[in-house]
């Protein structure tokens, strides 16, 4: 059953954690020289193969019990805070560009990048996160895939723009205190059970 609240508690903690991430620059990237459709539906069939793989994850996380369970969605919303809290920005990732500029190798390599790029990234960890704590895959996946699509959409067609008004820092900052204030929820279920 979809749930809007939690699909949209998803869609705002993944997408603040995703923004300041390496998928915008390499979008960003592959949508300056490519054109900017085939660029998404790459990237976007990648995110939700690593969405299906983050929930199937988080599903399983739902077998232990409720208060341990509480406790370990708790530490790694920490771990995901303390992990965007020291992340270097000032790095650009390289995107290897293909030759060829039909939809197969431009949708192609999006795909493949953000395949290799994302597996085991934050956002991944969070959605699982997500999923165990609400028991509910539908409204965390389709929340998670609309703010990873949002965020790629942003980096594909104007992350530069949006870069120059808004510091990057201050979007860490901003999912890293909505990461802790998570835990911070996670924590007190699991003592109060």
Sequence with gaps: MFTLSVAAVTFGV???????DKTALAGLLLGTRFRASYVFVGVAAAFVVHVALAVAAGSVLTL???????????TLFLLGAFLLLRKRHDEEEQVRAPAD???WKVSGAGFMLILVAEFGDLTQIMTANLAARYEDPLS?????????????????LGGRALMRRVPLRLITRIAATVMLIMATLSFWE???G
């Excluded at 232990?64 to 370990?72: G, K």
């Excluded at 965390?140 to 594909?156: D, E, F, K, S, Y």
């Design 14 to 20: 993944v997408f603040l954690a995703e923004l300041p």
């Design 64 to 74: 232990l019990p409720q208060r341990p369970l509480q406790a370990v969605v708790g």
């Design 101 to 103: 500029t039909s939809f």
């Design 140 to 156: 965390v996946g389709i929340g998670a895939v609309l703010a990873l699509w949002a965020v790629a959409g942003i980096g594909i």
């Design 190 to 192: 699991a003592i109060t």
